[in-house]
């Protein structure tokens, strides 16, 4: 079992930014690639960003791609999310994943991630 557990939402306005926390805890973080996803109201749950298990590889999806940046940090079991240069379509719940057989022709998918979080409000403000 691993356990997740997001921060760092909140509201802003458009042009700003917000950084996204993840922390983890149970078994070894490193074993999991990571993922970001979110989910606007009436809306599917979406492909956000991914890291791998060094960290030495990331994808994101072209919505966000040069604006917001996935990172992690395995000495402090966290996976992070830079968020700058917000527009009011990135307003959504964001939601951390683990994903323990991480593939790159699956790592953008929902139903490849094995445990998630609770998710964390983030609301752009026009």
């Known amino acids: 079992q691993v356990q997740l557990v997001e921060s760092g939402g909140g509201l802003v306005q458009a042009g700003g930014s917000l950084r996204l926390s993840c922390a983890a805890s149970?078994?070894?973080?490193?074993?999991?690639?990571m993922g970001w996803f979110r989910q606007a109201p009436g809306k599917e749950r979406e492909f956000v960003a991914a890291?791998?298990?060094?960290?030495?590889?990331?994808d994101y999806a072209d919505s966000v791609k040069g604006r917001l940046t996935i990172s992690r940090d395995n000495a402090r079991n966290t996976v992070y999310l830079q968020m700058n240069s917000l527009k009011p379509e990135d307003t959504a719940v964001y939601y951390c994943a683990a994903d323990s057989v991480p593939h790159s022709q699956t790592i953008r998918l929902v139903r490849a991630y094995d445990y998630w979080g609770q998710g964390t409000q983030v609301t752009v403000s026009s």
């Open positions: 890291i791998s298990r060094s960290g030495g590889s990331r």
């Open positions: 149970g078994r070894t973080f490193t074993w999991y690639a």
